[in-house]
């Protein structure tokens, strides 16, 4: 098993910038791609980033148009998400998952573990 604990979030005004962090324990050796995810009230989990363990291949959606950069620490077993120019429609809970495959896969089915999410508010 993996245990994913999710840090960061909170209230910030639009065009500024958060940095979430997500740290894995457990039998973190098996993972090899760790993603973030977002659910606003009312809407599906939508993929937001996804980035690789060993090569560092990082996939982003659509519309994180250049606002927001995934990385991780492999020494530390953790991800980050770094956020700017933060809008009112990226308010959301932001999950932190993670991957056996080592592809960068932007579906949520692809992900066997979940943390249990960090609120994101964005105020206008």
């Known amino acids: 098993q993996v245990q994913l604990v999710e840090s960061g979030g909170g209230l910030v005004q639009a065009g500024g910038s958060l940095r979430l962090s997500c740290a894995a324990s457990g039998r973190t050796f098996s993972v090899n791609a760790m993603g973030w995810f977002r659910q606003a009230p009312g809407k599906e989990r939508e993929f937001v980033a996804v980035i690789t363990r060993n090569i560092g291949i990082t996939k982003y959606a659509d519309f994180v148009k250049g606002r927001f950069t995934i990385s991780r620490d492999n020494a530390k077993n953790t991800a980050y998400l770094q956020m700017n120019s933060l809008e009112p429609e990226d308010t959301a809970v932001y999950f932190c998952?993670?991957?056996?495959?080592?592809?960068?896969?932007?579906?949520?089915?692809?992900?066997?573990?979940w943390g249990q999410g960090t609120q994101v508010t964005v105020s206008a």
């Open positions: 998952a993670a991957r056996i495959g080592a592809s960068p896969a932007p579906t949520p089915d692809a992900y066997a573990y």
